[in-house]
């Protein structure tokens, strides 16, 4: 089967198109025919390589895709041949006491896929049952590939982590990326009221068009942690920030939070470390939480509301399976708003 994988770690040159072997299935498995799939900066990273990861290689890349059921195991009852499918890019072992009280993301072996296991950017992809859902007849492939990851992370980020209730104020950073610009959406969906920073004219009207109330330019507005406060929330602060930035964005998100505010961090796309200015911390008794993916619950609660239509993933730009390479190069660019996906059938 046509795949984009990699023989070795090192920079975009070293994604490969060519052949490799269609996976077998086992018992508790299925085979997909990937119709999309859909980038997300783990790739970037699983293909760069950090100490710890050991790759067999060739490897195959891509955490997100949708597609069609073509084989399944003989212990599988959920699924049938030709079922229309999304899935769930984190993976758990499905045995142990995390997995099964719930709380897949606290697995020893949890994992996402295309990070240690072949991903979706391949004509064929194997995963077992668990990590895959149904999709509506009418509902389109290329959607059903550019939601699970961002809206799985963003939608934990919000209701588990932050505990979003009607009316607050939601600060998000960097509306374009995938991350953020579900987090809109969800924050909208839950009745918050949303501010969110951005780097064009352009993207400043898309993320107005997701249903963000106040769109702020941060290459044109350096510093704009006092006209939050004084302009855009009457002097209230912000309730919960959104922030998978990091390095740059940290401690303006601390100055933002109003007392017991909420920071949840889910990455660091700019870089994992910063000066933070603690005092803040103590004195505004905030809360700062960590999430990462989600548990199998909160997904299959996000993507009813994605497959209903009630939240709907935006895609920026579609590029076939041989410009994988191209496509990769695009998002490490960060012009993107929205998905970035690939046809791959
Ligand atoms: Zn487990």
């Known amino acids: 089967m046509k795949a984009a994988f ?4 090192g920079d975009l040159e070293k994604i490969q198109i060519g052949e490799v072997d ?27 390589g950090w100490p710890g990861l050991t790759l067999s290689m060739p ?30 890019p984190g993976l758990s072992c499905g045995k142990c006491e995390m997995c099964l009280s719930g709380q897949q993301v606290f697995c020893k072996q949890f994992s996402i896929l295309g990070e240690n296991k072949w991903g979706t950017f391949a004509q064929y992809i194997k995963l077992p049952e668990i990590s895959v859902i149904k999709i509506p007849k009418d509902y389109p492939f290329d959607k059903a590939a550019a939601a699970p990851l961002t809206f799985l992370t963003a939608w934990r980020m919000l209701t588990t982590q932050a505990k979003i209730k009607h009316d607050e104020f939601v600060f998000i950073h960097g509306s374009g990326g995938g991350v953020s610009s579900a987090a809109i959406l969800i924050a909208k969906y839950l009745g918050a009221k949303v501010i969110a920073t951005t780097s064009t004219p352009e993207k400043i009207e898309k993320a107005k068009e997701l249903g963000a109330d ?3 330019n941060y ?30 964005t940290f401690q303006t998100s601390i100055q933002l939070l109003r007392p ?48 209903e239509g009630k939240l709907n993933p935006i895609i920026d730009k579609v590029y076939p399976l041989e410009k994988v390479r191209e496509a990769e190069k695009y998002l490490s660019e960060g012009n993107q708003f929205g998905k970035v996906l690939i046809d791959v059938f």
């Open 214 to 216: 106040h769109v702020i």
């Open 59 to 88: 490897h195959v890349i891509g955490a997100d895709g949708s597609g069609i059921i073509k084989e399944v195991g003989s212990e599988v009852t959920t699924l049938s041949q030709g079922d229309r499918i999304t899935i769930n």
């Open 22 to 48: 269609v996976p077998e299935v086992s018992p508790n498995d299925v085979l997909i025919e990937t119709k999309f799939g859909a980038l997300n900066h783990l790739d970037l990273f699983v293909i760069r």
């Open 260 to 307: 017991e505010g909420r920071l949840i961090t889910c990455g660091v796309t700019s870089g994992p470390f910063t000066k933070i200015n603690i005092t803040n911390i103590f004195r505004k008794h905030l809360e700062i939480k960590g999430s990462t993916m989600s548990n199998q619950g909160e997904f299959r609660e996000v993507m009813q509301l994605v497959l």
């Open 219 to 248: 290459k044109e507005m350096k510093n704009y942690t006092k006209y939050v406060y004084a302009e855009l929330t009457n002097g209230h602060g912000i309730d919960i920030v959104i922030d998978n930035i990091g390095q740059a």
């Open 6 to 9: 990699i023989n070795e770690h």
